[in-house]
């Protein structure tokens, strides 16, 4: 054709074609298939919100929003930046469900971030079936209804996985400038996601390492440069991690138990889910990881690479944390809670592979009846019963009557606390602070419990106490002959949790 000027023909372009991963549509309707799943995580955690117990590591977050500066100095910088976000939300309310609230949104926008992984490996189906999958997990409905980091530490981490495959699709993709500065903000993405992911936990750190794994076997063209834009981002995750352990960091999770089979199997049910979810989603799990690692051989292209970062991102961190817990206990379950999205990003890869729609809404529609009966359980597994401990002491306790719990315990009960009606006023034996008072550290009483009976044998006290280690503990201090000889016990009581209750009535009417 000719210009109107009457120039020389202009003859158009050839259509650049892109991938159907890059394809340039609007954020809204790309990210369209993503609200239903979203929508069913919003659904199944909204109404369940109240309905479990405030347990003893929610009540540490409420009170560590009352002093910020101590509790960052008191538990090594643990969960920094979550405990950053709820401040402003707990000075609106302590309602147990606002203060859960956040973890629901995490939770959501992790879906949606997942989703658009997959998207980008797959295509709109594998997103659509990996967002559904992971929207449906044990792992993610029973966190969204706690009020603690890990919901975040999911996000962060789908975040950074989602800058490490932008980037690389951005590297490959044809173009000059325009690619060059998509390339940039994507790896910002990875490096500001990577970097604020150990804030909201800690452990979030070592999917950084099966990422420099993932990138160690990507094809030549990337694996290079990239790695070397990895080197600052090594640094800054070392600095963060040596101004956490010496502020204490190192002390955190102490209580977790020497490596055995039974945490390798709750680490397993995290990843899959309860009962026959477990077994399905595995064996999909599985097979799909083989599938891609097979492809990756044939092939090693950009796109087999891509369709193998899930197996890095599910296998990475749980097997870190197990190496780990050869040295030093790191085994806890919720730990792996990031590498959840690994698996549901392997299971809509190999569903997908089935060339027919339909089926493949079949084969998925069977993985989700397998998914569901595990969701009520999310509500009552491993609860604390502190509103009916608390509720017997408001019920039998009086005015002036004291209490005391070991120093860890009193901001669960002083949450509890401060749901009774009617209460009367209880004295604090240890720790002295005032009751209802809710903080994530608190002030022992000199010389411990025992002591602090033998001091002062005038009055009713009521002894709280938690664990099934705990209970020869409590036993001997209820048959310590000194003790016995000033109180009678005429209250015991077990509450789920195990929780117990213990009331010291003074002998001979003093």
Known sequence: MTSALGA?????????????SLDPVGPARRLAPAILPATVVIALAVPRLGRRPVWLDEAFTIGATHDLP??????????????????????????????????????????????????????????????????????????????????LALLLVSLSWLGLVGTVQADGAPGGSADAAGRERWWRLFAVATLLAPLAHGMAALHFVGQVAALAVAPSPHRRRLLRACTPIAAALAVEGVVLFAVGAGEVAAWIEPLNRAQAG???????????ALWVVCALAVASAAFAVRRFRERRDDQSWLQLTPVFWTAGAPLLILAMSLVRPYAESRYVIGSVP?????VGGLLTRIRRPALVLVAWLVVAATLLPSQPSVTTVKTEDWPGLADRVATEAADGDRLATPDMLRSPFDYAWTEEDGRPELVPLTPTDRIGHILRFYDGAPGGLRAQLLADPTTTVWYVDRGAKRLGEVAALVSDPEVARDYDVTGWWVFSGPLYLVRFEPRDGR
Not at 88 to 98: E, G, M, N, Q, Y
Not at 104 to 128: P, Q, S
Not at 342 to 346: F, I, P, Q, R, Y
């Open 342 to 346: 690994g698996v549901a990003l392997l």
């Open 8 to 20: 020389r023909p202009v003859i158009p372009a050839p259509e650049r074609r892109l991938p159907p």
């Open 70 to 151: 101590a509790t960052w100095r008191g538990s090594g910088g643990t969960m920094a930046l979550y405990y950053l976000l709820m401040w402003p939300v707990t000075h609106v309310s302590l309602d147990r469900a606002w203060v859960r609230l956040p973890s629901v949104v995490f939770a959501a926008a992790a879906v949606v971030v997942v989703y658009e992984i997959g998207r980008r490996i797959g295509g709109r189906r594998m997103g659509a079936v990996a967002a559904g999958t992971l929207s449906l997990t044990w792992a993610v409905s029973r966190f969204a209804i706690e009020a603690r980091s890990y919901t």
């Open 266 to 276: 709750r680490i397993l049910r995290m990843l899959a889910g309860r009962g026959p």
